[in-house]
């Protein structure tokens, strides 16, 4: 830290300029237009919002799709330092992500992405807007229709402190030098949990697999009554200031058994909005989301809940042990997202009634209780989220994320800009 003290002691003894991304902007644009079927395995490159939030990290130097450039009418690019930003997203911690370009060829930008070009280091952008107070300036979006959408102006009222280019540069050599050993700690324990979960879903498939001898195998459909859920007008505040009921959205389906949700609603909402409320012990699954791109997320509830219109809940029937449910489909999940993948579309989705009519095996309930208590053992040992590795991962990345916000909290000038 010694010689980032010196070059801030001589760049800028008074302080660092705090200045919005439109202050040090040489232009601020929209990309074009690129629709799903216009994405082909070879071309230009090219980057879609998606891939900003799903893809990338903070930065990249090498797009993973592609275009028939001849096919894009008004065609934008973007160029080696140049920070895309994602200005639609499926929530507002989706919206006005953010990662900067280290390559060296040129691309297409998609049209909900917004290209700023500048004269700073680019990487020191990537993290200065990684930053929580660059965060929360990011978030500030609204919502159309089952979207939320940012904008050209909103970017451009950003501020971040500005330091001189000496001053940037030492800042990345040091969060590179942090970031790469965080990396590495963070690696040998994502492989350990990972040798743990391969494990446990080798047991929870031959288990699985066992009672298609003896059980029947039954359409998705038969393990009980499915619901679909809402969204209540976020216009209306009185629906969701101060909620205290569970309200599931896709964000909430990382982790396989819930304890809370992200947000919440309230008992107006609930009695207005045509809102159901689940019981306690449902299984959830995504069916409209950007990660059915990969993955097919199933999650178990254990408390009352509503969901929104991209989630359906299980309620199983007498007869079927809603630990059993959650783990069969979560066991035959990606065979079930690849067999009912709808094709095309600005979202990735499932044909839901494909997904009714998807087989799985369905054992005597005495067989299904026994099933449940070794596979729960087995997700209590693998999947403990508030002890053992998973925690140690999250405590790693807090411990980055403190220090870098530390880094990049500078003492202000008085005056801003110039």
């Known amino acids: 830290m010694s010689r980032l003290n010196e070059l801030i002691k001589e760049f800028c003894p008074e302080g660092v300029r705090y200045r919005t991304l439109g202050d040090i902007a040489t232009n601020v644009y929209r990309g074009s237009g690129i629709t799903r079927d216009q994405v082909t395995t070879d071309g230009i490159p090219c980057v879609r919002y998606g891939e900003i939030y799903t893809t990338y990290g903070i930065w990249f130097n090498q797009c993973v799709s592609h275009t028939n450039e001849g096919s894009i009418t008004n065609r934008k690019y973007f160029d080696h330092g140049d920070v895309l930003f994602a200005i639609t997203g499926e929530s507002v911690d989706e919206i006005a992500k953010s990662c900067a370009y280290v390559g060296r060829g040129k691309c297409l930008a998609g049209g909900d992405i917004v290209v700023l070009k500048h004269n700073e280091n680019p990487k020191y952008l990537s993290y200065a807007l990684s930053t929580t107070i660059a965060q929360n300036q990011k978030s500030k979006g609204k919502v159309k229709s089952k979207v939320v959408h940012s904008s050209v102006p909103a970017i451009r009222d950003i501020v971040i402190p500005v330091p001189p280019l000496p001053v940037q540069e030492e800042i990345v050599r040091i969060l590179d030098n942090f970031t790469e050993l965080t990396a590495e700690l963070t690696a040998e324990l994502t492989a350990e949990l990972t040798a743990r979960k391969k494990q446990c879903s080798y047991y929870q498939t031959k288990l699985l697999e066992r009672p298609q001898n003896s059980a029947e195998m039954v359409p998705i459909r038969d393990l009980g009554k499915w619901c679909g859920g809402k969204t209540p007008s976020m216009a209306n505040k009185e629906f969701w200031e101060n909620g205290t009921i569970p309200w599931i959205s896709s964000k909430d389906m990382k982790v396989t058994t819930l304890e809370d949700t992200e ?36 999650a178990y509830v254990p408390f009352r809940a509503t969901v929104n219109q991209d989630i359906k809940a299980l309620i199983v029937r007498d007869g079927v042990h809603s630990r059993y449910a959650f783990h069969v489909l979560q066991t035959y999940a990606d065979n079930i997202r690849i067999a009912t993948k709808k094709q095309g579309g600005t979202v990735d989705s499932l044909d839901f009634q494909k997904v009714l009519d998807y087989k799985v095996p369905l054992p005597e309930l005495d067989v299904q209780n026994k099933i449940v208590e070794i596979l729960d053992n087995f997700e209590a040992i693998c999947n403990d989220l508030s002890s053992g590795l998973p925690a140690e991962i999250a405590a790693r990345q807090k411990q980055y994320e403190y220090y870098r916000d530390k880094l990049l909290t500078f003492k202000e000038l008085s005056q801003q800009g110039g």
């Open 263 to 298: 947000d919440h609603i309230t008992e107006k909402a609930l009695a207005e909005g045509g809102m159901n409320l689940l019981p306690s012990g449902v299984v959830v699954i995504v069916t409209r989301s950007g990660i059915l791109k990969h993955t097919f997320p199933v």
